[in-house]
């Protein structure tokens, strides 16, 4: 299995940060066919294969922001108002994804991209690791 880990800049504000072009750039360098998994190590963030650009991934924040308030009613209280909500948020986005990669490219759909998802205006950086792993 060949790893690495990439840095990602959320900017301290909740984010939908695009990361397919790493991801690609990590299979292409497989040039075989396997699995590309992602995993977002962190307990507030997490890994969405999205469309992005044509306003899914504003709806998708607006969408989290109706169902985890950023408010006082979460009893994981501490940092910023509402910081609860992030740590319940890997429940419904997940800090991973695994997608199939053929010939060194992934096999998304049409529309899709790879994103990390922030809710967690505490933190402005996050770290994502690509693990590659060949198939037989």
């Known amino acids: 299995m060949r790893t690495t880990v990439i840095n990602v800049a959320t900017g301290g504000r909740e984010a939908v940060v695009d990361i397919t072009a790493e991801c690609e750039k990590f299979a292409a360098s497989a040039a075989g066919d396997g699995l590309l998994h992602v995993f977002v190590p962190h307990a507030t963030a ?39 909500r992030s740590h319940v948020m890997p429940a419904l986005v997940p800090p991973y994804a695994t997608i199939p990669v053929i010939d060194g490219r992934m096999a998304l759909g049409t529309w899709q991209s790879v994103s990390v998802v922030d809710l967690n205006v505490d933190n402005a950086e996050r770290q994502v690791r690509l693990s590659f792993l060949a198939g037989a």
């Open 46 to 84: 997490g890994v969405a294969l999205i469309e992005l650009g044509a306003g899914s991934d504003t709806d998708l924040l607006a969408a989290l922001r109706e169902l985890l308030p950023a408010d006082d009613r979460w009893r994981h209280a501490h940092g910023s108002t509402g910081h609860g």
